[in-house]
């Protein structure tokens, strides 16, 4: 992830400059939409995490994505039902088991999904999340974010 998008993401995320989710939406607007009905799946924020921020950044980009590429959010679907910690400066081993099970999802109906989140570092996240809405029976889940971060190795020893 470059410099410009850290700081994107750092703002919308840890400064509440949530009119940034139309910055990224706008980027985001150009990846292939999908066919068929589909509902943007913001991933969900802890409530102690939520209580703390004040919103989800991902709910906020997926609002903004859904007015572009004209469907719908559903926050509901997906729920977290295990607080986990930051994942920030965790390993990558160490972030899937963070998030192993910390998803849950209400019962399928004929949509498509898109998951939506502001980065993807190692994927831990987007993975239980969507392990989540497999296990409850949604067939065709997908995944969009904003920004890649780098590989773990890059970011830990580069100097």
Same mark, same amino acid.
């Given at each position: 992830? =470059? ?39 913001? $991933? ?20 903004? @994505? ?10 509901? $679907? @997906? ?19 963070? $998030? =192993? =099970? ?5 019962p399928p109906n004929p949509a498509s999904v898109i998951l939506v989140d502001d980065v993807l570092t190692t994927g831990?996240? @987007? ?25 773990? $190795? ?6």
């Amino acid at each position: 992830m =470059g410099s410009e998008a850290r700081d994107i993401v750092h703002h919308l995320k840890y400064q509440a400059y949530t009119l940034l989710a139309d910055v990224i939406a706008d980027k985001m607007r150009r990846l292939p939409k999908p066919d068929g009905r589909l509902i943007l799946v913001p $991933v969900p924020l802890s409530p102690k995490r939520l209580r703390q921020r004040g919103y989800n950044q991902a709910e906020a980009i997926a609002q903004a @994505l859904a007015l572009r590429w004209k469907c719908d959010v559903d926050s509901d $679907v @997906l729920v977290r039902i295990r607080d986990t910690k930051s994942q920030t400066k965790l390993t990558p081993d160490e972030r899937r088991a963070n $998030v =192993g =099970g910390a998803f849950a999802a209400a019962p399928p109906n004929p949509a498509s999904v898109i998951l939506v989140d502001d980065v993807l570092t190692t994927g831990a996240t @987007l993975v239980a999340a969507a392990s989540a809405l497999q296990d409850a029976g949604w067939s065709s889940v997908r995944a969009v974010t904003f920004a890649r971060a780098l590989p773990f $190795v890059v970011r830990v020893e580069s100097p």
